[in-house]
DNA sequence: CGGCACTTTGATCGTGGTCAATAAGTGTGG
DNA sequence: CCACACTTATTGACCACGATCAAAGTGCCG
């Protein structure tokens, strides 16, 4: 058993990294971070900024998959429907993430805004000649793509390992580290969406999503500010179970 | 709801396609199918050729990521230790994959033969180095990349909310699409894995695998040709499971 | 204030996990 | 070739976690 792996909690959520460069607001993190002036100019005039309120879809699973979007900013969340009505969610995404990048002719899973988001809509056919024009445009998406990969995997690896409560950590410490990534700190962060919707991600119904949220809030690990907003009083006992350690005590 | 989905079952397995072009064995499939002489050439020469026995590892969970594979023969899988030694399988991986194409300093996951293996260990500095000398190389990277992670959000999806036994079909119905993606045709499919290991991938139970194959042998949907073989009856009943059509009949 | 969506909490049920015993393969050496 | 050890598979009995069903409770917007 190598023992000393550097365990890290599911990441539902951030796939775009925050780079060092400084520069305008949407540069700072994820799509826009590290490509040249003129790649940069090269995407922004071939694409089209679009907004979308709160529960918009950006695009429905079975649309053919004639765009993709760069999400600028707001959180948006990927989900697929199954023939029988069930629903998951595969992720969440954030401001510098690509959404509806496919190989397939069709969109696989719907997109959905949760918050405001703001996108730029891109035909794939011009993303592509724009991929092949420029080499660190490409790079930057193969980059991505692996990141996106292996926070995939590390969800797969929570739905299948992971009881409710650790479930419900790993959700909320990524979700924080989202946060921090993009500069929000501080022991309060928001939560963008409903129990229902934390649920459909991690594969629990949402009266267990709520359960998990008040055995945390009893044992003083959280606490509730306004809806959406809650305040992490023990960052580590959270985080414990986030990256599956077995919780021995009480 | 946005009915008409063409829904699949989830993907455990074939990242890697099958390409029209013919030609030597290799590159009929997954990696090396499209790409030019040249670049075939430099990644041949850059690389080195490895064996593994079953049961061997090609890398191990917090090993430096310095090397690549990319898979020429046989079956792998990945998996993730937890710290308290639950372990998750994230997928299988066969002919054309590419395994260990990370963006961090170690592997978070690690890869294990379970046939005889053939595999061809790359450099990482030098892999990267060829992807921006051979643009078509970087483009078949980047395509690869996003069927995986297809291939991986469909696995999540079913670890979220599929039952046993569907979680079971979906498997056995990869598995064999996987086969005849390469090849392997006729109702009779082997399955190079143990009870244990489809547990693993699936979030279940060796017990429950064993008693979800045993209904299906019942229902007279497959049966077993020595151990590691099954012969398929029924596919459509399987597949039905397999793409989440829930099962009103018994 | 009413209406509505979301959340919390409780009671009960069922799927799949756990523990255990047996069976069936598989490989090795006598 | 069989005996033996060992791994893998099957099946059963029981249990627990989380789903389901149900009913308050809370916050938000018109």
Redesign the pocket.
Known sequence: MTALNAARPLIIATCARPSPCGGCEARKVGFCAPLDEEALHAVASAGERRTFEPRQSLFNQGDPATHAFILHEGTARLTHLLPDGRQAAVGLRFGGDVLGFTTEPTHHLAAEALTMVSACRIDRHRLDHLLSQHPLLERHFLELCTRELAATQDHLVALGQF???ERVAAFLISLIEAQECRGQHGPTYDVPV???DVGELL??????V??A??AFRRRGWLR?R??HEIEILDRNALASLAIGERQEDQ
Chains 1, 2 share one sequence.
């Open positions: 009881t409710a409560e409903t129990r229902a594969g629990l119904t949402l009266e267990t709520s359960r949220v008040s509730a306004g809806v």
